[in-house]
T-cell receptor, first 117, second 114 residues
Framework: GAVVSQHPSWVICKSGTSVKIECRSLDFQATTMFWYRQFPKQSLMLMATSNEGSKATYEQGVEKDKFLINHASLTLSTLTVTSAHPEDSSFYIC?????????????FGPGTRLTVL | AQSVTQPDIHITVSEGASLELRCNYSYGATPYLFWYVQSPGQGLQLLLKYFSGDTLVQGIKGFEAEFKRSQSSFNLRKPSVHWSDAAEYFCAVGPTGTASKLTFGTGTRLQVTL
């Protein structure tokens, strides 16, 4: 149980285009989802916290107009990288926090590798 | 603010040898502590977690970790490493009472030689 999927697993796009990444909790409902960014050989950096039905909370230094987050249902959150540029190339990881009874563990998706040309 | 330090960037051990990965944290109260493993193409998998109680925590795949408040440490151990344990290991700390707002260490890459 507690499986989180991400789609796509990798994407290559041209500079200036927008890319949407989906994060789904497959077998549980997640009232809270998180989006992380991971640079090569570095740790995960929390970008934003996404709560179902409300606006995401962004960490300091993260451009909310660049990284649009939508958490429209209890099983789906999306991250849209708008007007992507090469410096946005990174590994994006989502995680989900179960909504009832098991709020003590984040479950992670496999990540999405974004390359902006 | 909470922080996590994993002093070893890269560790190499022989298969069958014992393993200890170090993790030191900084947090004002008793934190939630986690160890995750990241393999290529897979998401972070939870190995074990500590919230309270017994300071020696057993996890999956034969891993254990010991919480030492006096040393602000939560080191991960395994008595006999298997080649399949080669991966990146992350220690994380969260505020008391919630798994939100996790802060991750920089990770330790484990290489296993046959």
């Amino acid at each position: 149980g507690a499986v989180v999927s991400q789609h796509p697993s990798w994407v290559i796009c041209k500079s200036g285009t927008s890319v949407k990444i989906e994060c789904r909790s497959l077998d549980f409902q997640a009232t809270t989802m998180f989006w992380y960014r991971q640079f090569p050989k570095q740790s995960l950096m929390l970008m934003a916290t996404s709560n179902e039905g409300s606006k995401a909370t962004y960490e300091q230094g993260v451009e909310k107009d660049k990284f649009l987050i939508n958490h429209a249902s209890l099983t789906l959150s999306t991250l849209t990288v708008t007007s992507a540029h090469p410096e946005d190339s990174s590994f994006y990881i989502c995680s989900a926090l179960p909504g009832q009874g098991f709020t003590d563990t984040q479950y992670f998706g496999p990540g999405t590798r974004l390359t902006v040309l | 603010a909470q922080s996590v330090t994993q002093p070893d960037i890269h560790i190499t051990v022989s298969e069958g040898a014992s393993l200890e990965l170090r993790c030191n944290y900084s947090y004002g109260a008793t934190p939630y502590l986690f160890w995750y493993v990241q393999s290529p193409g897979q998401g972070l998998q939870l190995l074990l977690k500590y919230f309270s109680g017994d300071t020696l925590v057993q996890g999956i795949k034969g891993f254990e970790a010991e919480f030492k408040r006096s040393q602000s440490s939560f080191n991960l151990r395994k008595p006999s490493v298997h080649w399949s344990d080669a991966a990146e290991y992350f220690c994380a700390v969260g505020p008391t009472g919630t798994a939100s707002k996790l802060t991750f260490g920089t990770g330790t890459r484990l290489q296993v030689t046959l």
